[in-house]
């Protein structure tokens, strides 16, 4: 009797370990998705704080894959000799969201930041990429109004993203959970929670910020050092188009996605 050969999808394989920002969940499950039902290959998928998951790393947990909400995280791990070189795969910037009782406007956003009766909410720097993009918008908005950077930095309040910071209730976006909560009236997070956020909490307002104050998010990728091969075919499944495509469809923008015409 011939030998059977066992196909991609019949081989025991280990899952592909993929670490990830938190703001990629829905986008990366549906990427590992495809790629699984096209490869045959599983993927084992962290979602979290990019600063956070780089400290686990670091310390040593087992991973292949790190699809980080910035450069920085990822270059840390890549100037250790722990990752290869690291890759611009996705875009994204911040947004404001707010209460629905909270009266903002892009033009009016910096002043009802700054107001004292309202609670603004970031991320946490550091340990979440998007607590440093925030503290970046509030750098900016020193050349608008001196002395707004530290009233920004003394009251914004770091809610998600840090070793401590409560999680929110399982299936619910964290950023509008805490304002639908009270936690904040005025929360800064990535533009790309509109959807997740419209969807449970269809009065909570996004508000896009000024031209002024407006700050962008680049997200970095790498594959660690000794990692399978087969983490080096997610990675290109990532910045390949169909990977790509899934990013676009979440609100990102995807640098490496052919532009129509082209």
């Not at 990429?129 to 925030?134: E, I, N, T």
């Not at 503290?135 to 840090?162: H, I, N, S």
């Not at 000024?210 to 660690?224: I, N, Q, S």
């Amino acid at each position: 009797m011939a030998a059977v050969v066992a196909g991609p999808a019949t081989c025991a394989q280990e899952p592909v370990l993929l670490h990830a920002a938190g703001s990629l969940r829905a986008a990366l499950t549906e990427v590992t998705q495809a790629f699984t039902a096209q490869s045959g290959l599983a993927v084992k998928s962290a979602f979290g704080a990019s600063g956070l998951l780089r400290e686990r790393i670091a310390k040593g947990e087992s991973a292949e894959v790190f699809a980080s909400a910035d450069l920085g995280n990822p270059r840390v791990l890549a100037k250790a000799g722990r990752s290869g070189p690291v890759v611009l795969f996705a875009r994204n910037e911040l947004c404001a969201f707010a209460r629905p009782e909270v009266a903002v406007t892009p033009e009016t956003l910096l002043e009802r930041m700054l107001d004292a009766s309202l609670k603004l909410g970031t991320s946490t720097p550091r340990a979440d990429p998007s607590g440093d993009y925030a503290f970046q918008v509030f750098a900016r908005a020193e050349t608008v109004k001196p002395g707004a950077r530290a009233a920004l930095e003394a009251k914004a309040m770091q809610l998600t993203g840090g070793p401590g910071t409560a999680p929110a209730p399982d299936g619910l976006n964290i950023y509008g959970h805490n304002l639908a909560s009270g936690a904040a009236d005025i929360f800064l997070a990535y533009c790309t929670n509109a959807a997740p956020i419209a969807k449970e909490q269809p009065r909570i307002r996004l508000v896009r910020l000024p031209p002024e104050l407006t700050v962008g998010a680049e997200y970095g990728l790498t594959v660690m050092s000794g990692a399978s091969p087969n983490a080096g075919r997610l990675a290109m499944f990532i910045l390949a188009q169909e990977g790509q495509a899934i990013l676009a469809r979440h609100g990102f923008s995807a640098p490496t996605l052919p532009r129509e015409g082209g």
